[in-house]
């Protein structure tokens, strides 16, 4: 534990170098860190926080740098998330109110805002297709002979398949089917679909027939898939070239990124706010050393279901981070469960 003074210091020292990416002195901690003393003894309490690893040198002559232990610290520290800004607030609200259509569109759309807000590299794991389970069912004529049976699932995927039919059934009977179906599909997940029972209409119990048989069918999607939105703009984070090739790299590696999230929340590293964060080495992947992960789950209908996140340098700005994701996965949550 560190005294209010150094505790003082150490934060003063954080913010000043997310926002410069320079190393801070002392001289410049006593001016603006509103600490009452004078820069001397700013510049020993920063020399006791080197000491014990919270800052560090990188020059005889510089400032000093906060480490990844510094980071810790401060992230720790926080109330919680920082409020977005008003016009950031107003784009979510916008985005959330026109987002409607097909899961991965949703998603890898949703990456992107992620990524436009933080200025960060945005990580949504899709919800995994298994556990979902058929809300309704609905047969579409899309001509004499030819319908489409929609599918929406509870994680808010929308599965779709064509039908070849033998005749003309008409509205009347693919309004029936759509609603015979529902009613017993639903609940259940497209891979143990049942028999549903017959009707005693002959033509409207095959045209049920063949929907479930087209939706059983359905190829099984990737269980892990990842949207990553804004890849490019983690490479201004870092004056290494070489840092930034490994870290586009890893984020092409879709199973190395899954594994990457379910880690960061298996390490004890969350708070109350939902939110998880893992910075630097304790990431575990040494081309990531120089990185840190901010992530949330996202629920659907009260269970969790998927991760939102975002992944930049160790001097990104928490606050604004965690801010940015936890609105993000909380309206991705609602706009799915709706």
């Given at each position: 534990m560190l005294d209010d003074r150094k505790a003082a210091v150490l934060r003063a020292v954080v913010?000043?170098?997310?926002?410069?990416?320079?190393?801070?002195?002392?001289?410049?901690?006593?001016?603006?860190?509103?600490?009452?003393?004078?820069?001397?003894?700013?510049?020993?309490?920063?020399?006791?926080?080197?000491?014990?690893?919270?800052?560090?040198?990188?020059?005889?002559?510089?400032g000093r740098v906060p480490t990844d232990k510094g980071y810790r610290f401060f992230v720790d520290q926080l109330a919680g998330p920082a409020a977005l800004a008003p016009l950031q607030r107003q784009q979510v609200r916008e985005f959330f109110a026109r987002a409607h259509g097909e899961l991965e569109q949703m998603l890898h759309d949703t990456s992107s805002l992620l990524s436009g807000l933080t200025s960060y590299a945005a990580l949504v794991m899709a919800p995994p297709a298994e556990r979902a389970t058929v809300r309704s069912v609905q047969v579409v004529g899309l001509a004499p002979r030819l319908a489409m049976a929609v599918a929406v699932l509870s994680n808010g995927a929308v599965e779709k398949a064509t039908i070849d039919l033998d005749d003309d059934v008409g509205d009347e009977r693919l309004g029936a089917a759509s609603t015979h179906l529902t009613a017993h599909l639903g609940g259940t997940s497209l891979g143990e679909l049942t028999a549903v029972p017959a009707t005693g209409d002959l033509r409207l119990d095959r045209l049920v027939e063949e929907v479930g048989g087209a939706l059983t069918g359905l190829p099984d999607r990737d269980r892990d898939q990842i949207y990553v939105g804004g890849a490019s703009s983690v490479a201004g984070a870092f004056e290494a070239v070489d840092t930034v090739r490994q870290v586009l790299a890893i984020l092409e590696e879709q199973y190395v990124v899954v594994s990457l999230l379910r880690e960061v929340f298996d390490q004890d590293t969350g708070d109350q706010h939902g939110l998880s964060v893992s910075i630097g080495?304790?990431?575990?992947?040494?081309?990531?050393?120089?990185?840190?992960?901010?992530?949330?789950?996202?629920?659907?209908?009260?269970?969790?279901?998927?991760?939102?996140?975002?992944?930049?340098?160790?001097?990104?700005?928490?606050?604004?981070?965690?801010?940015?994701?936890a609105v993000v996965s909380e309206r991705l949550g609602r706009t799915l469960s709706a």
């Open positions: 913010r000043e170098h997310i926002e410069t990416a320079q190393p801070v002195g002392s001289a410049h901690v006593a001016r603006s860190g509103n600490l009452g003393v004078s820069p001397a003894t700013v510049r020993n309490e920063m020399a006791a926080l080197e000491r014990d690893g919270y800052l560090t040198q990188p020059h005889t002559s510089a080495t304790e990431l575990g992947v040494q081309p990531l050393a120089e990185c840190s992960i901010v992530v949330a789950h996202y629920d659907v209908e009260g269970e969790p279901v998927g991760t939102v996140g975002v992944l930049g340098p160790t001097r990104m700005n928490y606050p604004q981070a965690m801010a940015a994701v």
